[in-house]
Nanobody, 126 residues
């Protein structure tokens, strides 16, 4: 099993930055692809970014392209999301996810992931 715990969320003013972390415990994330998703109140969960185990394959939602950067440290079993130039519409609960799809696995499809964290709140004020 894989347990994922997000951290780093909080309140930030528009234009500011936050870095989210997702720490994995239990089974290591060997060959696991990982992703970040977010969900605002009354909205569906949406894709943010994804990265393969090797790290050479990444995907970003159009809404965050150029502002967010996904990365991982496999030795630390940790996933990161650097968020810059934050906007009020970025306000949501952010979830990390892992999928055992192989070393090149990375997808924006929410249903392809096997494990999920409980989320961390990000609030961007105007």
């Amino acid at each position: 099993q894989v347990q994922l715990v997000e951290s780093g969320g909080g309140l930030v003013q528009a234009g500011g930055s936050l870095r989210l972390s997702c720490a994995a415990s239990g089974r290591t994330l060997f060959r696991y692809g990982m992703g970040w998703f977010r969900q605002a109140p009354g909205m569906e969960r949406e894709f943010v970014a994804a990265i393969s185990w090797i790290g050479g394959t990444t995907y970003y939602a159009d809404s965050v392209q150029g502002r967010f950067t996904i990365s991982r440290d496999n030795a630390k079993n940790t996933l990161y999301l650097q968020m810059n130039s934050l906007k009020p519409e970025d306000t949501a609960v952010y979830y990390c996810a892992a999928g055992a799809g192989g070393p090149l696995f990375a997808t924006p499809a929410v249903h392809e992931y096997d494990y999920w964290g409980q989320g961390t709140q990000v609030t961007v004020s105007s």
